[in-house]
């Protein structure tokens, strides 16, 4: 949005400011209605941090409140505007797509303050994730091995012990027309440490075909490992 940081509080006249004018009314619509209907939020629209500048923003989250507090929207943003422009471009070529592919960009700013305050932030972040619906996995790259967690389990139709999956199950579960490209893909984010994206058809134990759009950053862990 191109809104300097400071306390981290914005309000809905300065939210509306930056959303595209032809986007405006029917971010709004929606936000209005999950608020009356107090449930899910998801929308796609637009916005121009400046005058000059259309970024796609994809949006998912909640309404949620607690005892004695006012009603709140809980939720995650994305920068989509590279995923849009990739579907724009290759509609013409893939007449039969399922569905869109999506991109998860998640960018979690370092906590500070009180005891309180990290509890409530990672309240909210636990909500925003549960009501988007995206498997959240961690992959040990010099061992491995890699940890999902339930949702992941269940895309791939893995039974849950504990969340620990090493690289062969996860390969052979990939389409066998996918394979070369998804490790390729990993390879490559692997030796840049960039940022990973790809989409590709798992294989379920009941047989059914599945389009994953899986999302990742490489980075070391506090103990030098590489992940």
């Given at each position: ?92 070529a ?28 990672t ?15 961690e ?89």
């Amino acid at each position: 949005y191109n809104v300097p940081i400071t306390d981290g509080t914005t309000n809905r006249e300065k939210w509306l400011s930056r959303i595209h004018p032809d986007d405006r009314e029917r971010a709004l619509a929606s936000r209005n209605e999950a608020i009356a209907r107090g449930g899910h939020y998801s929308a796609t629209y637009r916005i121009m941090p400046t005058p000059d500048t259309i970024r796609h923003l994809r949006v998912t989250g909640i309404v949620h409140s607690s005892p004695g507090e006012h009603r709140r929207f809980i939720g995650l943003a994305v920068d989509a505007t590279d995923d849009i422009e990739l579907q724009r471009a290759l509609e013409a070529a893939r007449q039969d797509a399922e569905d869109k592919n999506r991109e998860l960009e998640a960018a979690l700013r370092q906590l500070s303050g009180r005891e309180a305050d990290l509890q409530e932030l990672t309240q909210r972040f636990q909500l925003a994730i549960e009501a988007s619906g995206y498997g959240i996995w961690e992959a040990d790259i010099e061992t491995g091995t890699a940890v999902w967690d339930r949702r992941m389990h269940e895309y791939f139709e893995v039974p849950f012990v504990d969340g620990d999956v090493d690289d062969e199950s996860f390969v052979e579960r990939i389409h066998p027309e996918d394979r070369a490209r998804v490790v390729a893909s990993i390879a490559e984010a692997i030796g840049n440490n960039a940022h990973y994206s790809c989409s590709y058809r798992i294989m379920t134990e009941s047989g059914t075909i599945r389009h994953l759009q899986a999302m990742g950053q490489t980075h070391r862990s506090s103990n030098g490992k590489l992940k």
